[in-house]
């Protein structure tokens, strides 16, 4: 089979990393894909954003199968894209529709989906320019700290969480008066959810689903999970709070009913769904939904899925799921993340790696490419990461951080602390 995978991070890279495994897959094309990938398949210079020109490459390449890394062609509807065109909708799309995208693309349309199957999440309304003092109003009768939440895509930043309510009024004028553009013309605000998060990933057809490893990302820039907000600085699978009781309570009341939902609104989904949660004493709480993979969490899921992803993702694609089972490594996965000096704010380009000594520690490539003299450089901000996979995660991050301290450029930056607050719960029983 001939796979057209879209994407540039180190999420596609361990999708590429599973997918070149597959004895189903004969070829394999990443578009733009990194340095990395092109070790996995071929890196193709295509515009995902571009369904013309992506339909015509899979037309020419005798495509069979699309997997969609990233959100943003998915919530521009490239899955209702190939099954409108005649010539194309042979091809599997791993990605759900349009209007099954809308889970993530706006955050009103995936409160009311929870609400309308009586998901748990926080307490919510969402406010306009028109509705502005209702939402003065309603700021008064939660309390601090108060969650503001631009409805559409805002590139990651469009949540803020305020300490009081002055504060919070006054931010809720500014979204609304356009601080993050037609993304933030509505806003959701909702009650704080106190907890510790975590990331759950399901594949389904739609009607049936698989849970894939959980897994925790690390989000802000500092060590102690201090200043500002990343894509991810590292994470770490399985979650040793995420037990089989918690993980029966998230199957029992989000997956079972989130999928359900989809079937009976009749919304095309053969695709990902990643929910962001809340552990609120025990109980899970849904923070976001998002129809794709997690970046960095692919990078310590995906090595722990033992399954053939392709064939999974083709029984998805046939509505066959339940036929299906899932073999995870019962190891743990820690993920390092490097990125470049000054991200998540400006920061450097075009810097060299030394890679450093190989072992059996999975390197995968976030933001990388290769000069026209072959030298491996820095392209993006955060830059490559380190999965090392053992028995505990004391070693598994051992492992990680020592071929971490191996990949050296000018202006390197790492967290030192990914995991350590998951080992303080192992400590504490
Ligand atoms: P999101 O963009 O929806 O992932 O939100 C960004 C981050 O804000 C989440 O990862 C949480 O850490 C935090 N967050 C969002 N909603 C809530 C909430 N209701 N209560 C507490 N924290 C939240
Ligand atoms: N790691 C969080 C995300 O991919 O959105």
């Known amino acids: 089979?001939?796979?057209l995978l879209l994407g540039s991070g180190?999420?596609?890279?361990?999708?590429a990393h599973k997918i070149a495994q597959s004895p189903q897959c004969s070829q394999l094309y990443i578009a733009p894909g990194n340095a990395g990938t092109a070790?996995?398949?071929?890196?193709?210079?295509?515009?995902?954003?571009?369904?013309?020109?992506?339909?015509?490459?899979?037309?020419?390449?005798?495509?069979?199968?699309?997997?969609v890394g990233p959100e943003a062609p998915l919530v521009a509807g490239i899955a209702d894209h190939f099954a409108a065109t005649p010539a194309l909708k042979h091809i599997m799309v791993i990605g759900p529709s349009k209007q099954g995208a809308m889970l993530e693309g706006s955050k009103d349309y995936a409160k009311a989906f929870m609400q309308r199957h009586a998901i748990p999440t926080a307490r919510y309304q969402t406010f306009t320019a028109d509705t502005l003092a209702e939402g003065e109003r309603f700021l008064e009768t939660l309390q601090a700290p108060y969650v503001?939440?631009?409805?559409?895509?805002?590139?990651?930043?469009?949540?803020?969480?305020?300490?009081?309510?002055?504060t919070a009024k006054a931010h809720l004028r500014e979204m609304l008066g356009g601080k993050f553009g037609d993304a933030s013309a509505s806003v959701v605000i909702e009650e704080y959810l106190d907890g510790i998060e975590l990331s759950v990933f399901v594949l389904t057809d739609g009607n049936h689903y698989l849970v894939l490893p959980e897994a925790k990302d690390y989000k802000r820039i500092g060590e102690g999970d201090t200043g500002l907000n990343t894509g991810g600085m590292g994470s770490v699978s399985p979650v040793p709070f995420a037990?089989?009781?918690?993980m029966k309570k998230v199957e029992d009341r989000i997956v079972k009913p989130t999928v359900r939902g989809l079937k009976e609104e009749h919304i095309d989904y053969c695709g990902f769904i990643f929910i962001g949660l809340m552990n609120c004493g025990g109980d899970p709480y849904v923070i976001e939904y998002n129809v794709r993979m997690g970046d960095p969490e692919t990078e310590s899921v995906f090595p722990r899925i033992k399954s053939d992803v392709v064939h999974l993702f083709e029984q998805a694609a046939q509505g066959n799921l339940d036929g299906c089972t899932l073999e995870v490594d019962s190891r743990t996965a820690?993920?390092?993340?490097?990125?470049?000096?000054?991200?998540?704010e400006g920061y450097r380009k075009g810097d060299t790696i030394d890679l450093g000594e190989e072992n059996d520690v999975q390197v995968f490539h976030c933001g990388t490419k290769r000069?026209?003299?072959?030298?491996?450089?820095?392209?993006?901000?955060?830059?490559?990461c380190t999965t090392a996979l053992a028995s505990t995660l004391p070693e598994a991050?051992?492992?990680?951080?020592?071929?971490a301290n191996n990949i050296v450029w000018e202006g390197k930056y790492l967290r030192r602390d990914i995991g350590q607050d998951l080992l303080k719960i192992i400590q504490e029983g």
Do not use: Q, W
Request: glycine share 12%; charged share 25%.
């Open 1 to 3: 089979m001939n796979i």
């Open 10 to 15: 180190g999420r596609e890279h361990a999708i």
């Open 39 to 67: 070790a996995e398949g071929e890196n193709v210079a295509l515009d995902m954003m571009d369904f013309e020109a992506v339909g015509a490459f899979a037309l020419d390449h005798r495509v069979e199968m699309l997997v």
């Open 148 to 166: 503001l939440k631009a409805d559409g895509l805002a590139a990651g930043k469009g949540v803020l969480i305020e300490p009081d309510l002055a």
């Open 243 to 246: 037990d089989k009781a918690f």
């Open 334 to 344: 820690a993920c390092v993340m490097m990125v470049a000096g000054g991200y998540p």
């Open 371 to 384: 000069d026209a003299d072959g030298r491996l450089l820095t392209a993006g901000g955060r830059v490559i």
């Open 397 to 403: 991050l051992l492992k990680s951080y020592y071929r």
